[in-house]
């Protein structure tokens, strides 16, 4: 059975840095696209940065840019998401998920077939 396990969440100070990461076991995660998404209380699930396969092309939602990283390791079968200088709007689970489809990575989530269960993330004071 597939299955994408997130870690790493937990509770940050703004300006701080949380690394979240997204293992995945019976899937090679390398061979398809990933994103992160987040769920805020109250508000709709929203694609915050994906990766593409090969060429590792990387896309980052305008709120997160310059401050979140992507990045894969393919020895580990894990894809990270490097979160500094956090604010409290980062406040929501995070959700990894991997596309099946042979196509350039997106945020959109309906095109994703695998899903992590999530990991909370609260940035506060």
């Known amino acids: 059975q597939v299955q994408l396990v997130e870690s790493g969440g937990g509770l940050a100070q703004p300006g701080g840095s949380l690394r979240l990461s997204c293992a995945a076991s019976r899937f090679t995660l390398a061979y398809y696209p990933v994103a992160w998404f987040r769920q805020a209380p109250g508000k709709e699930r929203e694609g915050v940065s994906c990766?593409?396969?090969?060429?590792?092309?990387?896309y980052y939602t305008d709120s997160v840019k310059g401050r979140f990283t992507i990045s894969r390791d393919k020895v580990k079968n894990t894809v990270y998401l490097q979160m500094n200088s956090l604010k409290p709007d980062d406040t929501a689970v995070y959700y990894c998920a991997a596309d099946l489809a042979t196509r350039p990575c997106t945020v959109i989530s309906t095109h994703y077939d695998y899903w992590g269960q999530g990991a909370q993330v609260t940035v506060s004071s």
């Open positions: 990766i593409n396969v090969g060429d590792g092309d990387t």
